[in-house]
């Protein structure tokens, strides 16, 4: 599942390409994509628009409209984008396209179809998404400080804390393991147990993760892939993600794989010992 730095790879990957162009014509073949709302109707209110600006929220991707209006992209599963020149043929499991003003078009594919389309106004916005995400991790406002401030007082495991996106924006299975290991504490550490201590060594390792995940433009393991249809690299990276039985970098012990918050989750037993 995309995670926040495939969303914000594909972000500034289409930006350059979609700022400033009027949508002529907007396909939609799914009514689970814009449920509540029949796919014509959302189809028609696109039609005619001018992008203003792509914008990302966790791993919402905000496609922001000259007119005020949001249109509200999330990959969930199985999402995802593709940039190219119009009028060539259906790609596989595609369910929406958007034909832009420049005899390009956007394409969106999605194999489980768990993704949404959604039109916002501006003053439904805010809302809607307050509801839903926490801080933005890679935002000045996020230190140690509010992460302790949001883990505190929280009996639930470290990962599955780190997995709510209220607690934070945009972590995922990959990159809330990632950041474990970088910061030495097991996942189903008690989230409130913290030390002050252990939060700093974790805030740094949520940014830092994030940042090399963006860098290296995301993980291709299945669906992921860049607007142009390349992959990202970060797969290469992984310290514990998916390397079960392979020797930790740090020590050589060999990583386990368990059971938490209902996700795989890959951890050092050494680097990573459980506080409480
Ligand atoms: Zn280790």
């Not at 073949?29 to 005619?48: I, K, Q, W």
């Not at 008690?190 to 940014?207: D, E, F, K, N």
């Amino acid at each position: 599942m995309p995670e926040l730095p495939e969303v914000e790879s594909i972000r500034r990957s289409l930006e350059p390409l979609l700022a400033g162009r009027k949508i002529v014509r907007a396909e939609i073949g799914d009514s689970r994509l814009t449920r509540p709302f029949a796919p014509g109707e959302l189809a028609a209110e696109l039609e005619g628009e001018r992008i203003a600006a792509l914008e990302r929220r966790g791993k919402y991707l905000l496609v922001q409209m000259q007119s005020g209006l949001t249109l509200v992209v999330h990959l969930r599963m199985t999402g995802s984008l593709r940039h190219r020149r119009a009028g060539a043929d259906l790609l596989p499991y595609e369910r929406a396209r958007l034909a832009l003003d420049d005899g390009s078009e956007l394409v969106y594919r999605d194999v489980r179809r768990f993704g949404t389309w959604q039109l916002f106004a501006p003053s439904e916005l805010e809302e809607y998404l307050d509801a839903r995400v926490g801080p933005e991790p890679l935002s000045p406002e996020f230190t140690a400080a509010l992460l302790r401030g949001r883990l505190a007082g929280r009996q639930t495991a470290l990962k599955a804390a780190l997995l709510d996106q209220r607690t934070l924006a945009g972590l995922g299975n990959i990159y809330v393991d990632e950041a474990l290991w970088s910061a030495h504490l097991h996942p189903a550490t008690v989230a409130g147990s913290l030390s002050p201590r252990a939060t700093v060594r974790l805030h740094g390792a949520i940014r830092e993760a994030l940042a090399l995940g963006i860098a290296r433009q995301g993980a291709t393991l299945r669906d992921y892939a860049l607007p142009d249809g390349e992959s990202g690299s970060m797969q290469n990276e992984f310290r514990v993600y998916g390397r079960e039985g392979e020797p930790c970098d740090r020590c050589r012990t060999a990583i386990l794989k368990t059971r938490i918050a209902g996700r795989g989750t890959w951890f050092c037993p050494r680097c990573q010992r459980r506080l409480v």
